[in-house]
């Protein structure tokens, strides 16, 4: 019985993961059809100014609008687009349409884009890049990429010519994730970075143990000597976003503040939280 038992939970298994590959597989051949239906979207989600609480710009986060699963989130198909080549176009998309919005944004909002190592290697980057920013009009001081480490462990070399690239173009370079790989400090010396994002996980656990307040408190230091701008993501609290900003954090991303915004929300947003020049100076009028 044992045995006839354990083949059947073999079968199970087996044809579980058969219908997970098949699953898959269907994604990957819709997801090739998905830019040219229209069907990708980026969020943004706002960066907050850990000192005056008030937006300094927002993160763009894809989704994947399915019309009949849903909005598929980034992690379910970004690396099914990994697969293939399938990820420089969509990467490709992404800055240029992040950067026309931006473009839109009242002055001084910046943007930021999350690249996947696989369009970093496989592209000329910085043309891509350069592009980009030449088609949108944007000013290379209001464009940040942000990589994780994962990009950094291949053909070191390459990677820093690339990197170099980008960085004289004038755009930020940030690490993303921060703290959750092998090497994320010998990386920050050997490459030129601007920023760090800390991953959620330390925020998460500052809650509840002081140790990983420690943590937090040494990454802000050693930002501050490695003249690094320092981000925390994943904020859900008002206790966690204080702590930050005691610490010397110099932005706050995520729910205490608010999700990633659609394009519905994102205009309200923007008008709700975001004085354009004009609103300032009429402000400024009136306050005489
Ligand atoms: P990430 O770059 O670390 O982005 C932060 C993720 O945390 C986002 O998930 C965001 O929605 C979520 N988040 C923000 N604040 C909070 C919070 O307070 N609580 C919680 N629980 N979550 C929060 P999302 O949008 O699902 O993206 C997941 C990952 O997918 C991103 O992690 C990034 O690595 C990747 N990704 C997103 N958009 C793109 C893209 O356009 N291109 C590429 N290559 N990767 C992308
Ligand atoms: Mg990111
Ligand atoms: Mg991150
Ligand atoms: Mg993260």
Redesign the pocket.
């Known amino acids: 019985r044992a045995k006839a038992d354990g083949r059947s939970v073999f079968r199970f298994f087996e044809s579980q993961m058969d219908s997970d590959a098949r699953e898959r597989r269907m994604l990957e051949v819709e997801l090739r059809d998905a830019l040219k239906n229209k069907e990708l979207e980026?969020?943004y989600?706002p960066l907050i100014s850990a000192v005056d609480r008030r937006p300094m710009g927002f993160?763009?986060?894809?989704?994947w609008n399915h019309p009949i699963r849903g909005l598929v989130?980034?992690?379910e198909f970004?690396p099914l687009?990994?697969r293939s080549s399938l990820?420089v176009e969509?990467?490709d998309w992404?800055i240029e349409q992040?950067c026309r919005a931006a473009a839109s944004w009242p002055t001084g909002m910046t943007v930021a884009?999350?690249?996947?190592a696989k369009?970093f290697r496989l592209s000329d980057i910085a043309q891509v890049v350069k592009k980009a920013l030449a088609n949108s009009g944007l000013e290379s001081n209001r464009l940040e990429i942000?990589i994780?480490e994962g990009l950094l462990m291949e053909n070191p070399e390459e990677v820093t010519i690339k990197l170099a690239e980008i960085r004289d173009l004038g755009v930020t370079l940030a690490m993303?994730?921060f703290g959750t790989g092998y090497s994320s400090l010998s990386y920050l010396l050997k490459f030129p970075f601007d920023k760090i994002?800390i991953?959620?996980s330390f925020?998460d656990a500052s809650s509840q143990d002081p140790a990983a307040r420690d943590i937090l408190k040494a990454i802000a230091s050693l930002g501050k000597t490695l003249n690094l701008r320092i981000t925390a993501?994943?904020?859900?609290t008002a206790e966690q976003a204080d702590f930050l900003s005691t610490i010397a954090c110099h932005q706050l991303?995520?729910?205490?503040f608010s999700?990633?915004l659609d394009s519905i929300d994102m205009p309200r947003y923007l008008l709700a939280n975001v004085p354009t020049r004009e609103a300032e100076v009429r402000a400024e009028v009136e306050s005489v």
């Open positions: 980026l969020y989600q993160e763009a986060l894809i989704r989130p980034p992690a970004i687009a990994e990820i969509i990467g992404t992040a884009v999350n690249m996947s369009h942000e994780t993303d994730d994002k991953d959620k925020i993501e994943g904020v859900e991303q995520g729910f205490h999700p990633p």
